[in-house]
């Protein structure tokens, strides 16, 4: 398995200088199409420059039915980047795709068919984070990325959702035997942004949970 995992604890102080601004034209988007007969249970959409698999992009408590569609918007540092791509259904099937390039101005589509799912799933060890809204605002964007790519990756709370004040997002990430690092990053309303690390340690349990408030707002000098 090339890819594992990574996430994290944070320390961010907010000051009286001025907030950063998330950009919302700098995201692209991807669509993925279930067509495989299937529930398509985790989809890994991972930066192709980490040697770790990223979240799972649709969530703990969500499937992809099968006929139905879903779209998330993506964050990379460059004009194109690369990707890598599994997904598993509710029969232990794997779907996986290496180096997909996705290009600015050009939307990404991957359909997922019962041909694609041909190999068996890999038997992961998944941790569940909780990423609890406390900012006061309502959270528009959310990405979580390995420590060790250059690109935040894909929103975890898709094209259609956003989360409200108060409300909890839970994730799974694979996780092999060792701590791991990823970052976080948030985005409200205004384009405010929160960010800190987080580090996940199989060691110490399986579930997880994070509060994202007003200390991890981003601000500059």
Known sequence: MRKILCAAVLFAFVSAATVFAFDPDELNKITFQNTTGTKIEMIFLSPGDSDYWGPDIIGADYVLKDSSSIGYYVHYPEKSFKFDIMATDDQGNKFELRDLVLTDGKEGTVKLTRKSLNSAAPDFTLATIHL???????????????????????????????????????????????????NLMAVD????????????DPNKGKEFTWSIDATDLQTGE
């Open 132 to 182: 609890e809204n406390d900012t006061g605002h309502e959270l528009q964007y959310l990405f979580l990325s390995p420590n060790d790519s250059k690109a935040w990756g894909v929103d975890l709370l898709d094209e259609d959702t956003t989360l409200a004040d108060g409300d909890t997002h839970s994730i799974v990430l694979p996780v092999g035997k060792q701590k791991v690092k990823y």
């Open 189 to 200: 309303e205004n384009n405010d942004e929160y960010q800190f690390d987080m580090s996940i």
